[in-house]
């Protein structure tokens, strides 16, 4: 699948391994957002991520709804949405917005 990291940090972070500067989350935070990342990337569409169980991967609700998630760790997961590239409903971007700390 395509993936489109939206947030600078997270762009630099993904295409470095690791931050630049002053870090905004701990170190296996970091490697688990990478890790996912690749994940996406290797999957064919959205049902081979649901199918991975230790992902957590869920449609959000309230304020998050038309978005997903699925999970670093139990405190924090990546923010997404999902898009298609023009008529072609087989192709999916996974545009990710955010990495939020699940409980703050």
């Known amino acids: 699948m395509r993936v489109v990291i939206e947030d ?4 630099r ?8 500067g002053k870090p905004k989350f ?10 996912k990342v690749l994940q996406i990337e290797n999957a064919t569409n959205t049902q081979d991520l649901r199918n991975i169980k230790s992902l957590h991967f869920e ?3 309230g304020d998050l709804e038309g978005k997903y998630s699925i ?9 997404f949405r999902i898009e ?3 008529n072609n409903t ?3 971007i996974v545009c990710i ?8």
């Open 8 to 11: 600078e940090y997270l762009v």
């Open 13 to 20: 972070l993904y295409l470095n391994g690791k931050s630049l």
């Open 26 to 35: 701990n170190y296996d935070i970091e490697k688990g957002f990478i890790k």
């Open 59 to 61: 449609k959000l609700s």
């Open 71 to 79: 999970r670093i760790n139990k405190g924090y997961r990546i923010i």
């Open 84 to 86: 298609r590239e023009g």
């Open 90 to 92: 087989r192709v999916e």
């Open 97 to 104: 917005e955010e990495l939020s700390n699940h409980y703050s």
